[in-house]
């Protein structure tokens, strides 16, 4: 198990070691796990004393983003970027954040890059309360995401721009791994956006005015991140049909390309085939100056039979 804690006292924060974080005297004590292992549960009910759903919601490993108000406090989970790579159908990592008065406990599975910035916040004194925290947490998620959501638009902007036969490969890849990401994010972002404004209008006095302006302002960004990455997904959808239409398109012109050359050598193939054969009787078969009329007559057909294509307009199809 790894982590730290932070006790601030009148207004001041301290960083000290986790098994430190509980001692009495502190305005607001901030412990932060990260960890899989299961001795983190052992820890958050026998020294945090947790109750058991606490525990388990803070360790369960498959969460989405929600907010419950148990007994005296209250538990959310958000979704933000992690530093390390993860699976594309799980493309943000969870924090799950149990707050009572005077107390919040964080508990992540992957590194989130959120942490870091929440860190800078109480580091500088800004966090004197589990309000504050909390907003804090949702304010740098979203304003980390939404720089990345910002980025998906925009390469979906210059796929859209730079639409052409030559490069549909290239650019299908690009709109599928944009429409895979808005998927993936949306998912979460929709169910966040409603677990900051639940949390907003949770009664307790732990939670303050201007905690709330903060949250219902995450909330909203989050939303409109949300309502961005559904539109998103619906300019990715046509976009890929644009180029799923220039694709047959591309596949028309060469499939008739191919059907004016065979009708060009269908007539010459009958004649070149006629006089292959190896019976008696073919007409001027034994002249010296049949060979020589036989190339210029399929000359003549092929001139002909392209000629007559070039004024119904074939090749400008």
């Known amino acids: 198990m790894s982590g730290f804690g932070y006790r601030i006292i009148g207004g001041t924060a301290q960083e000290v070691p986790v098994k430190e974080a509980l001692a009495p005297g502190a305005d607001l ?6 960890t899989t292992a299961e001795h983190a549960q052992l820890w958050l009910r026998e020294r945090a004393e947790l109750p058991e759903y606490v525990v388990d919601a803070l360790t369960a490993q498959e969460t989405r983003p929600r907010c419950e108000a148990f007994d005296h406090g209250a538990f959310l989970n958000l979704r933000g970027r992690s530093s390390e790579e993860l699976d594309t159908s799980d493309l943000l990592a969870s924090v799950r954040i149990w707050a009572v008065k005077g107390r919040v406990f964080s508990v992540t599975r992957k590194p989130l890059v959120a942490v870091a910035a929440v860190r800078k916040e109480v580091e500088g004194g800004r966090i ?5 925290l909390i907003a804090a947490f949702a304010t740098a998620i979203t304003a980390d995401l939404d720089p990345d959501v910002a980025d998906l638009g925009d390469r979906l902007d210059s796929c859209e721009a730079d639409l052409d036969a030559a490069r ?21 972002l929709a169910p966040q ?3 900051l404004e639940t949390l907003a209008n ?11 302006r903060h949250l219902s302002s995450a909330a909203d960004r989050a939303a409109r991140m949300a309502e961005e990455l559904e539109a998103i997904r619906e300019r990715a959808a046509l976009t890929h049909e644009a180029l799923t239409d220039l694709r047959a398109e591309q596949l028309d012109q060469r499939s008739l390309i191919i059907s004016i050359v065979a009708m060009v050598f269908l007539p010459l193939t009958f004649i070149t085939g006629l006089y292959g ?9 034994h002249e010296p100056w049949a060979f020589d009329a036989i190339t210029g007559v399929c000359a003549l057909i092929a001139a002909g039979v392209t000629i007559y294509f070039v004024q119904r307009h074939w090749f400008q199809r």
């Open 29 to 34: 004590v901030w412990v932060h796990l990260s």
């Open 128 to 132: 004197v309360d589990p309000g504050d």
């Open 168 to 188: 549909i490969f290239e650019l299908r890849r690009t709109v599928t791994q944009v429409r895979v990401a808005a998927i993936g994010y949306r998912r979460f």
């Open 193 to 195: 956006r409603t677990a």
């Open 202 to 212: 949770l009664p307790g006095e732990w939670l303050h005015e201007d905690d709330r």
């Open 277 to 285: 054969m190896n019976v008696d009787n073919l007409p001027y078969q």
